[in-house]
């Protein structure tokens, strides 16, 4: 089973800032790697796919990057609705499909 | 619209089964394959099961954790993908999601509200 490590756990930032979450694979997961964003209460919202491809209605500010094992989700320019729980998926190598633990965007 | 609305959450007693709906509109559900995702009070995200469209064979995986208990089957007649989870257990205590693939895409593109399962005696 691959293992989806997301850093950091938690991350403190200011509406305006740029956030930058990590998703590690304990093997290579080629460009099979999606990221959700959730907020409470809420279902998972699809962000990313393809490791870098942003999903329907997705803002620019949005972006994924990384091949193989490490992948980045970045958001350029915070704004005060994207703070919230952030996870990663692969679908390269199932079942199962594996999701990080989350990293929680938190408004410093 | 699309949209996938789940129903049959409630509380069970451990051992006792279960049913869950996922009814599907505004798109042709028989086109896609879906997956069931479930997130424990406070945890992140599992993912159970999916069932393949008919074009792809229809037929069904599972995770470890709950296979041999679980089965996903679908009605494509009707919309709906169902969740029947069988000898319950208090770690099976969770909100399930039902999800839809990105077609072409390895990715899970809509989700439902999810509902609510509690085992509990």
């Known amino acids: 089973e691959i293992v989806l490590t997301q850093s950091p756990a938690t991350l403190s930032l200011s509406p305006g800032e740029r956030a930058t979450l990590s998703c590690r694979a304990s093997?290579?997961?080629?460009?099979?790697l999606a990221w959700y964003q959730q907020k409470p209460g809420q279902a998972p919202r699809l962000l990313m796919y393809?490791?870098?491809k942003r999903a329907t209605g997705v803002p620019a500010r949005f972006s994924g990057s990384g091949s193989g094992t490490d992948f980045t989700l970045t958001i350029s320019s915070l704004e005060p609705e994207d703070f919230a729980v952030y996870y990663c998926?692969?679908?390269?190598?199932?079942?199962?499909?594996?999701f990080g633990q989350g990293t929680k965007l938190e408004i410093k | 619209e699309v949209q996938l609305v789940e129903s049959g959450g409630g509380l069970v007693q451990p051992g006792r089964s279960l049913r869950l709906s996922c009814t599907g509109s505004?798109?042709?559900?028989?086109?896609?394959?879906m997956s069931w995702v479930r997130q424990a009070p406070g945890k992140g995200l599992e993912w159970v099961g999916l069932?393949?469209?008919?074009?792809?064979?229809?037929?069904?995986e599972y995770a470890a954790s709950v296979k041999g208990r679980f089965t996903i089957s679908r009605d494509d007649s009707r919309s709906i993908a169902y969740l029947q989870m069988n000898s319950l257990q208090t770690e099976d205590t969770a909100v399930y999601f039902c999800?839809?693939?990105?077609?072409?895409?390895?990715?899970?593109?809509?989700w439902g509200q999810g509902t609510m399962v509690t085992v509990s005696s």
């Open positions: 069932i393949r469209s008919k074009a792809y064979g229809g037929t069904t």
């Open positions: 093997q290579s997961v080629g460009s099979y």
């Open positions: 998926q692969q679908r390269s190598i199932w079942p199962p499909f594996t």
């Open positions: 999800t839809k693939d990105l077609l072409f895409h390895d990715a899970f593109d809509i």
């Open positions: 505004g798109f042709t559900f028989g086109d896609y394959t």
């Open positions: 393809d490791a870098s």
